[in-house]
């Protein structure tokens, strides 16, 4: 099944009956984590209460530096919250360690950065068979295949990061977050490199998995015209949910 091609109309986005995966709410009660600075103690994010339903379609807005980062690094498994309690499905991230957590990113969430993270001496089948080489599948080098002709790449699959657009890496990105079938997205700032045509293309891509596959999808942004398509919007202000 196809899921876009580069002239995706912005207002063809997915079927009117998305998928529905009941395991993959996000819920924060009373979440703080903070930072070391010398002797200084720095709050990157203050007692946050967050309750994201399975299969939501959720913007996360604020000012530089005002945690949006850092709460996508706690509820993606790569950092550890200090203080409150963080569930992800049936996943209590606190009581996991080594490779239970590994487990948990990998077959749980599907990262998209805004500087893509791709590897430039891989081309782009390559840097998508990477991710699914870790899941020790026999047909990896196939699904790679499948998933970058879905994100309409197939004809740039043996091309390099430095041979391809910005939306284009971006897209190889997205191909990427997808190998393992994750239940939850985690998108940082995914059109902040990009222009405007191309980030309206790598928007409707993304609503479209949204909704094609039911995962959940987070997408930290400062940009209003991004924020303004999903379907809720959070706004976190000096590590606050103030909105």
């Given at each position: 099944m196809r899921l876009i091609g580069p002239g995706l109309a912005r207002g063809d986005v997915g079927p009117t009956n998305p998928v529905t995966r009941l395991g993959s709410a996000i819920r924060l009660q009373r979440v703080s984590?903070?930072?070391?600075s010398g002797r200084s103690r720095v709050e990157a994010l203050h007692e946050?209460?967050?309750?994201?339903p399975a299969s939501g379609y959720v913007a996360l807005t604020g000012a530089s530096g005002a945690g949006k980062s850092t709460l996508l690094s706690l509820i993606g498994g790569l950092e550890r919250?200090?203080?409150g309690e963080l569930r992800v499905g049936e996943h209590r991230l606190q009581q996991l360690h080594g490779d239970a957590l590994a487990a948990y990113r990998r077959a749980t969430i599907g990262f998209v950065f805004q500087h893509f993270g791709l590897i430039d001496l891989l081309n782009a089948r390559e840097n998508v068979e990477l991710a699914a080489s870790l899941s020790r599948s026999s047909q990896r080098g196939?699904?790679?295949a499948r998933l970058l002709d879905e994100v309409g790449l197939r004809d740039r699959a043996g091309h390099r990061p430095g041979e391809l657009s910005g939306g284009e890496r971006q897209r190889v990105a997205i191909a990427r977050a997808l190998v393992n079938d994750p239940s939850v997205i985690l998108a940082d700032e995914p059109t902040g490199n990009l222009d405007a045509t191309s980030g309206a293309r790598v928007l409707d891509l993304l609503e479209r998995v949204h909704a094609e596959r039911g995962c959940t999808l987070l997408v930290v942004t400062h940009n209003e015209s991004v924020a303004k398509r999903a379907t809720r919007r959070y706004q976190l202000d000096a590590g606050r949910l103030i909105a």
């Open positions: 984590h903070w930072y070391r946050i209460d967050l309750d994201i919250p200090q203080s196939q699904h790679a």
